[in-house]
């Protein structure tokens, strides 16, 4: 069963890897290369031929992980209007500023710019010793609210409120297949006690 975020994810990143010509990948979150992050994710490894076909960069606020661009997301080193689309996965929740950061993402997106984000909502306390905190999480009206300024929003949730309750707990945690299905079965899959949103964003 593909579930109604995942699919919405796929269904963006294939808009913005066909439609954009420049792609920036604040954080490295699509972890399709190793060298540019640090862990891989094997599900995301369907994105590799599409990524070939673009000016594909990731920034990274440390240069440990070898990133194209070094730089805080919260006052980036890039000129106005000058990129086709940006990607922002689970990055905001670590930053002090984020309505900042948001802000940095419009200014360098050209017009017509696609900007695609996650950000959690109830979702466990996850620092990175050493490189980031953990500041914030985000409601249905916060992230509303903080895209104020796109012309377009499309707000999708990650998980009903079943699995997201679960996925809280270690032995359930990215493990709540059983509880999606109980939370479209019973209607709480569009529930605004989730995980998390998607966001897509057209400047």
């Known amino acids: 069963m593909i579930r109604l975020w995942e699919k919405f994810f796929q269904e963006k990143m294939i808009k913005i890897f066909t439609e954009k010509k420049s792609v920036l990948d604040i954080g490295g979150g699509l972890r399709t290369e190793t060298s540019k992050g640090n862990r891989l994710d094997e599900k995301n490894g369907w994105l590799e031929d599409y990524i070939k076909k673009v ?37 905001l929740e670590h930053v002090e500023e984020p309505q900042k950061a948001v802000k940095e993402l419009f200014r360098i997106l050209k017009p017509g710019g ?21 500041f914030y999480r985000f409601t249905y009206d916060g992230v509303k609210y903080m895209t104020r300024d796109f012309s377009q929003v499309e707000i999708q949730n990650v ?26 079965i019973l ?13 897509f964003c057209v400047k």
């Open 114 to 134: 696609y900007c695609f984000i996650y950000v959690p909502f109830l979702f466990y306390y996850h620092p990175m010793k050493d490189y980031y905190k953990d």
């Open 159 to 184: 998980r009903g409120s079943f699995s997201t309750v679960m996925n809280l707990l270690p032995v359930f945690s990215k493990k709540t297949s059983v509880f999606d299905w109980l939370d479209k």
């Open 55 to 91: 000016d594909y960069k990731v920034l990274d606020k440390v240069p440990d992980y070898k990133p194209d661009i070094v730089g805080d997301v919260q006052n980036l080193p890039l000129a106005n209007e000058s990129v086709d689309a940006v990607i922002c996965i689970a990055v």
């Open 187 to 199: 209607n709480k899959i569009f529930s605004k006690q989730t995980s998390g949103y998607y966001l």
